[in-house]
């Protein structure tokens, strides 16, 4: 009888937990927190809020290639965000402030020679090229042709019961005049 109580106790935190866990970074944050409205304009959670999400800014700058040295910025609060194809074929996703800088993210691909690229493709794919080689992929592609391919930032702000208050940065990629795919997600304090 007790263990059939606290099972039936138990179900709701589960799949409540369950569903936001499959759902949070499939769904776009700036709207997973927004209520609907039902027909009697009463306002309704679409599901249960355990951390949200707001977005601060985004970057003006949606470029389809980046080439060595050229990056994608935007400032909030004092501080730079960098997404950066740097010279030594590494893309790497920087926090700046004064007398501060901190990686992000990164792709890991390193090399002492080779001239870099980050190019969207067409296909739905962002491929880091190097002298015409590929080096790395965010294996997004998809089998119809994208129209005007990009890359943006997002940053948005993170509040939660059971987290610390924080920021969560987003690159993006774009095309068909939407938000095509998280590339990379990054919660930081």
């Known amino acids: 009888m007790k263990i059939k109580l606290l099972t039936l106790l138990s179900l709701p935190v589960l799949l409540a937990s369950c569903a936001q866990d499959n759902d949070l970074d499939s769904v776009n944050m700036s709207t997973q927190n927004e209520k609907q409205s039902t027909a009697d304009?009463?306002?309704?959670?679409?599901?249960?809020?355990?951390?949200?999400?707001?977005?601060?800014?985004?970057?003006?700058?949606?470029?389809?290639?980046?080439?060595?040295?050229?990056?994608i910025s935007m400032e909030y609060n004092g501080s730079t965000y960098r997404f950066i194809m740097q010279a030594d074929n590494n893309l790497v996703l920087y926090r700046?402030?004064?007398?501060?800088?901190?990686?992000?993210w990164h792709s890991n691909t390193y090399r002492s020679t080779g001239t870099p690229s980050l190019i969207v493709q067409n296909d739905g794919n962002m491929v880091i090229y190097s002298d015409g080689n590929p080096l790395w992929s965010s294996n997004t592609a998809v089998n119809y042709y994208v129209?005007?391919?990009?890359?943006?930032?997002?940053?948005?702000?993170?509040?939660g019961a059971a987290i610390p208050s924080g920021f969560r940065i987003k690159v993006i990629l774009g095309g068909n005049n939407e938000e095509r795919n998280d590339i990379i997600v990054e919660d930081f304090l």
Do not use: C, W
Request: net charge positive; aromatic share 6%.
């Open 147 to 159: 129209a005007n391919p990009h890359v943006k930032l997002q940053l948005y702000s993170r509040t």
């Open 41 to 71: 304009g009463k306002n309704t959670s679409r599901f249960l809020d355990l951390t949200r999400y707001t977005l601060l800014k985004e970057s003006t700058n949606h470029p389809q290639t980046l080439s060595a040295g050229q990056s």
């Open 96 to 104: 700046e402030r004064p007398g501060l800088t901190n990686v992000l």
